[in-house]
């Protein structure tokens, strides 16, 4: 009897600590236009849990993840009116810091730009353009990203593919929302990248499951259909779309000599929606004469060579792009801004092994996030901040087997249910991850009527992926979010 005894209290020592949420609070103030901002800083894990039912039983709520957010709210008397902006990066495996300390939340971090990076232990300062001016702001690292993790014995897939997310991040939203009485405020729906992605299936399971109906979306750099921009065989629709951008990273370094950018790109446009298209979808079919006048175009829009167009079959992966276009300096340039440049060891190599975009600006990131928030938002916890994972991986879509992975119906579907839901893009011309004429072509064919169309606004930067590094591109975007939330 003893040693039974004995064995329960050894289980029972040994039953993981039921999971509490650990927020913090610290206040703080800003100017912005003349004008002093107080607000409060509220960070931490707040629990995520499940009704269970066990042959139709209620087992109770059981905890399943504790996600990290950091939220920024005024301290002026509560207002219904003031909208709540809750903003996400994309990845799959990104934490919100870029979203965060790069153009939205009241500080920003010093990283520098393409051919100007900033040296380490990089630097902090105030954001006089945030967005708190006129949104509350929450910011949302997806379970396994920033501190964010599957709870002790749970199980980290369950939350790493699409639907997962989006019920997720949706839990969040509501949680937040209900708890801070916040029902009666505007709401939007910030997202980059993968980001857009979720923000767009977000709107529509937030308005079918919960009845939370958002004011807008905000999409930065955006991609609701996968396949606009994923090269597999027999897709040649992401060749074309991507020319235009190709023309503008070989016009940022050079190969268009003086010609203006919008010159350049509306010669792109046309031709990588015309001729461009109709030679791909030719095949085999076009003569000697259309398939050389094809491979002359291609080459002098994208800076490419001739004989290299020619061997790649007229068709440029973007990858090699990147790698090709300044190997004759033993250079490569960025994926996410095709601004930046770097070197590979091999001058021969087909593929780049590193994105210099990214490498260029990750560790401005990652050193500002952890010293933010420990040392100014005093929250503090061993874990590392999961900036960029690969944890995520694989990434589950199997919602959509045997098919593209796209939200455009189902951000239709939001769009006529909520007709007053408003959309901003932010699109960066030297982004190479989601390319901006992809952007256009979805949005073309986004199945709203016609009325709905008014509702989408659509901004342009000389810059790429986190368009914000670009000094001039972060102010503009910042008076272009601003105005998007004012005109909502």
Partial sequence: MADEKADEATQQDTTPAEPVDDLVSTHHAITVDGTELSYTATTGRVVLRDEVYTDGKFDGHKAKAEVFLT?????????????????????????????HLGVLGPRRVLSGDAGDLAPPPYGLADNSETLLKHSDLVFIDPVSTGYSRAIEGGKPGDF????????????????????????MSPK????????????????????????????????????????TIRFTEGN???YSLYLPTYAAIAHHHGKHGDRPLRDVLDEA????????????????????????????????????????VDRVNLRIEHVRFFTELLRDERKTVGRMDGRFTGWEPDAAVERFTDDPSISGIRGAYSAAINHYLREELDYRSDLPYETLTGRVQPWSYKEFEGAAVSVVDRLGAA?????????????GYTDGATPYFAAEHVLARLPVP???RENIDVRYYPAGHMMYVHEPSRIQQSDDLANFIAGS
């Fill in 188 to 227: 939007y729906l910030a997202g980059e990248s993968y980001g857009t992605l979720r923000a767009a299936a977000l709107a529509d399971h937030l308005q079918s499951r919960h009845g939370l109906y958002p004011n807008g979306l905000l999409l930065i750099s955006s991609v609701l259909d996968m396949g």
């Fill in 71 to 99: 939220s920024y709210v005024l301290d002026a008397a509560p207002d219904s009116n003031r909208p709540v902006t809750f903003a996400f990066n994309g990845g799959p495996g990104s934490a919100s810091v870029w979203l």
């Fill in 415 to 427: 769009m006529q249910a909520n007709p007053h839901l408003r959309v901003h893009v932010g699109c």
């Fill in 160 to 183: 790493h593919g699409f639907q997962g997310d989006i019920e997720s991040i949706a839990e969040v939203i509501r949680l937040w929302t209900t708890r801070n009485s916040r029902w």
């Fill in 269 to 308: 446009e046309k031709f990588a929606a015309g001729d461009y298209a109709w030679a791909l979808a030719r095949g085999a079919r076009l003569t000697a004469e259309e398939r050389a006048d094809v491979v002359r175009k291609v080459a002098e829009l994208s800076g490419l060579s001739e004989d290299y």
């Fill in 450 to 452: 016609e009325e709905l």
């Fill in 236 to 238: 040649d629709l992401p």
